[in-house]
């Protein structure tokens, strides 16, 4: 491993920073999947929390289980999702519990699962695309039996929705761990961008990192260890944001040049917090200690590009 410059830590801001991450890690969080007979809430749990959750938990409607038997359980939860068969009719029962969520302003998603099933689905939804028109936002069309859309659509409508609790189901659910860590870096890199937060000294040969980046480096540590302690958290730090000195960082904007033109200092703080961000996963998910600092400027480029902040 070669040796690392020595990281000016803010240790005030690391001590804090970890005991609030650890305490929102472990907020509980649950998500309810309500629907009637055979639309494939088990399934759908099975795929979303595999093995053993203490996140999901079913309420199947029936005559013999009405909105009243469960409102109290739907006003607890984080979401709702509610889940119907695309080969049947909506019924009066989640017409109602659709109407009772949208008034109750609790958050939910319409979940429209065996989207295998129908030859023609276009064909198969046009009866109902009045009334789901007024869920759009809130739709989702999947099939659990064949995957269709879970990845790409299911996962992140539900993370877009879990708020606080977005750590603690990166902790608890496996499934939406990388995803999650995906999410807290776009986001971080937004922020960074919109204060243009990057400070370069030129000359200096310093490892630079903002307080949002460090915040952004244990977020990561927690999901991959929750019971991460400050010494640890610190030397997490030192060896992801060790690599990203004044020299590193212009190293890399020279690879940057050709992709981003002009280079604005909002795509600087972006992409370099996307990099540091993405080394740090790299570090956790492969035990990687000495890692190149150029490999992840070219991941932040693609990231970059991916998202249209550069072209
Ligand atoms: N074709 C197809 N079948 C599915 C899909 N999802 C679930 N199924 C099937 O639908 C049936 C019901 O699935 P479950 O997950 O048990 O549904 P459930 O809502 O928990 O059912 P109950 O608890 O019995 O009311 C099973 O035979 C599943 O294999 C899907 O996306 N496509
Ligand atoms: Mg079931």
Redesign the pocket.
């Known amino acids: 491993m070669k040796k690392r410059k020595k990281l000016p830590l803010k240790m005030r801001t690391i001590i804090k920073s970890l005991k609030k991450i650890k305490k929102e890690s472990i907020l509980p969080v649950s998500i309810l999947v309500a629907?009637?007979?055979?639309?494939?809430?088990?399934?759908?749990i099975?795929r979303l929390a595999i093995g053993s959750n203490e996140v999901f938990s079913?309420v199947?409607l029936s005559d013999k289980n009405i909105l009243p038997d469960f409102a109290s359980r739907l006003r607890k939860a984080n979401l709702i999702l509610v889940?119907v068969d695309v080969t049947g009719k909506i019924s009066k029962r989640i017409k109602n519990l659709l109407t009772y969520l949208e008034e109750s302003k609790l958050p939910f998603l319409l979940v429209i699962?065996?989207?295998?099933?129908p030859k023609n689905l276009e064909a198969q939804l046009e009866p109902a695309s009045n009334y789901l028109g007024k869920f759009v936002s809130k739709l989702v069309l999947?099939?659990?039996?064949?995957d269709i859309n879970i990845n790409n659509e299911l996962i992140p409508a539900i993370i877009d929705r879990s708020g606080e609790k977005k750590l603690s189901l990166a902790v608890s659910l496996p499934v939406f761990k990388l995803p999650i860590i995906e999410e807290i870096i776009k986001s971080t890199a937004a922020q960074n961008a919109a204060i243009a937060g990057i400070p370069i000294y030129p000359g200096a040969n310093m490892p630079i990192l903002t307080t949002n980046q460090i915040k952004m480096i244990l977020k990561i540590a927690v999901v991959y260890d929750k019971e991460i302690d400050v010494s640890r958290a610190k030397e997490v730090i030192m060896v992801v944001g060790g690599g990203f000195t004044f020299r590193a960082i212009a190293r890399g904007l020279v690879s940057f040049l050709p992709v981003i033109g002009l280079v604005t200092k909002a795509a600087i703080a972006y992409c370099g917090t996307v990099a540091i961000g993405k080394t740090a996963n790299k570090y956790f998910e492969k035990g990687i200690s000495d890692l190149s600092v150029d490999e992840t400027w070219d991941m932040a480029a693609e990231a970059a590009r991916k998202l249209k902040v550069v072209n």
């Open positions: 629907g009637e007979e055979d639309v494939g809430k088990n399934s759908l099975d079913t199947e889940v699962n065996k989207i295998d099933l999947i099939s659990v039996k064949k």
